[in-house]
C-alpha cells in the first residue's frame, strides 16, 4: 500500500495571500494523483487530477504541480470559502490511498 | 447534473447488519464504476469498495473483505453496501462516489455521506 503523507497538517494564512500544500509519496505514482477539498459537514470535493489538471468549474487560483513521489497544491489569493481540509490521493496502484489532510484556516 | 443521494445508515450493535444504498441521477449510471469511501469521526479518508459498470467485477479494501458487499442495480440506478459483522472501527461517514470514467482512477462526484454508528 502507498503511504500519502501531506504537510503541513495545519496551515495558518491570511485572506488573499498564498496556499502552498504538500504531498508526498511513499513510492512513485507518477502523475496518478487527485486533490479534493472538504469543508466542514460536506462531501469532498475534486479539485485537481492527473496531478495538474483542473477539474470541472474550479478556480483558476487552484493548481497542482509535481510527479513521482513530491507534489504541491498552490491556491493563489485565498477566498473566504477555500478555508477547508485539503486531501491528495494516489491512483497509481490499489488500493486508492489518502493523505492525512491539511486543514487551511484563517490567520 | 450529477447527484448522488446517500441513505440507510443509523446505530447498530456490533455484529449485526447495515445496508447502505445511493440514488444517483444526472448521468447514465450503467456507464460508470461506482465507489464507496468512508471517514471515521474527525480522520481522513479510506476507500472501501468499487464495482465496475455492469457489476462484474468487484474490489474491496483489505479492512472490509469477507464482509462487505458492493452491488448495484441499474435498472433502478442505485448503489448499493451490504455491511454484515460490523465493528466498533467501522463507525463513519460512509460516502458513494462515482468514478472519472471506466478506469476507476479518482472520484469525481461525491454523495452527502450517511453516518453509520456501531456500538451497544
Known amino acids: 500500500e502507498i503511504v500519502m503523507t501531506q504537510s503541513p497538517a495545519t496551515l495558518s494564512v491570511s485572506p488573499g495571500e498564498r496556499a502552498t500544500l504538500s504531498c508526498r509519496a511513499s513510492?512513485?505514482?507518477?502523475?496518478?494523483l487527485a486533490w479534493y477539498q472538504q469543508k466542514p459537514g460536506q462531501a469532498p470535493r475534486l479539485l485537481i487530477y492527473g496531478a495538474s489538471t483542473r477539474a470541472t468549474g474550479i478556480p483558476a487560483r487552484f493548481s497542482g504541480s509535481g510527479s513521482g513521489t513530491e507534489f504541491t497544491l498552490t491556491i493563489t489569493s485565498l477566498q473566504s470559502e477555500d478555508f477547508a481540509v485539503y486531501y491528495c490521493q494516489q491512483y497509481n496502484i490499489w488500493p486508492r490511498t489518502f493523505g492525512q489532510g491539511t486543514k487551511v484556516e484563517i490567520k | 447534473q450529477v447527484q448522488l443521494v446517500d441513505s440507510g445508515g443509523g446505530v447498530v450493535q456490533p455484529g449485526r447488519s447495515l445496508r447502505l444504498s445511493c440514488a444517483a441521477s444526472g448521468f447514465i449510471f450503467s456507464n460508470y464504476g461506482m465507489h464507496w469511501l468512508r471517514q471515521a469521526p474527525g480522520k481522513g479518508l479510506e476507500w472501501v469498495a468499487v464495482?465496475?459498470?455492469?457489476?462484474?467485477?468487484?474490489y474491496y479494501a483489505d479492512s472490509v473483505k469477507g464482509r462487505f458487499t458492493i452491488s448495484r442495480d441499474n435498472s433502478k440506478n442505485t448503489l448499493y453496501l451490504q455491511m454484515n459483522s460490523l465493528r466498533p472501527e467501522d463507525t463513519a461517514v460512509y460516502y458513494c462516489?462515482?468514478?472519472?470514467?471506466?478506469?476507476?482512477?479518482?472520484?469525481?462526484?461525491w454523495g452527502q455521506g450517511t453516518l453509520v454508528t456501531v456500538s451497544s
Open positions: 464495482i465496475s459498470d455492469d457489476g462484474g467485477n468487484k
Open positions: 462516489a462515482k468514478s472519472d470514467s471506466s478506469t476507476w482512477y479518482y472520484f469525481d462526484y
Open positions: 513510492q512513485s505514482v507518477s502523475s496518478d
